[in-house]
């Protein structure tokens, strides 16, 4: 599976920014979808999934604030941040997970958040 994120940015405090997630490949083994924020030094961190069904999970961080979607039929997963902190600031990492327990991993795109 091959993962394309899109989206990413320069936002202030309070403000709003959309990414999107395009699958290519083996796409019909996927089975949860999710997105991952790095920061330097830190830990990759689960920010939210969803499953192939619809069911989401949220980082505690973020409950509330953002929201995630899937589109089985076009392939993609979109991640609506809002609300948005300074220290929402990372590399977000768009993943997929197929039914062996197999990631796939996108090349990341930088969100930064200012005061």
């Known amino acids: 599976v091959q993962l394309v994120e899109s989206g990413g940015g320069l936002v202030q405090a309070g403000g709003s920014l959309r990414l999107s997630c395009a699958a290519s490949?083996?796409?019909?083994?996927?089975?949860?979808m999710g997105w991952y924020r790095q920061d330097p030094g830190k830990q990759r961190e689960l920010v939210a999934s969803?499953?192939?069904?619809?069911?989401?999970n949220y980082g505690d961080s973020v409950n509330g604030r953002f929201t995630i979607s899937r589109d089985n039929a076009l392939n993609t997963m979109t991640l609506q941040m809002n609300s948005l902190k300074p220290e929402d600031t990372a590399v977000y990492y768009c993943?997929?997970?197929?039914?062996?327990?197999?990631?796939?991993w996108g090349q990341g795109t930088q969100v930064t958040v200012s005061s």
């Open positions: 490949g083996i796409i019909f083994s996927i089975d949860v």
């Open positions: 993943n997929a997970r197929n039914v062996l327990g197999l990631n796939s």
């Open positions: 969803i499953t192939s069904g619809g069911i989401t």
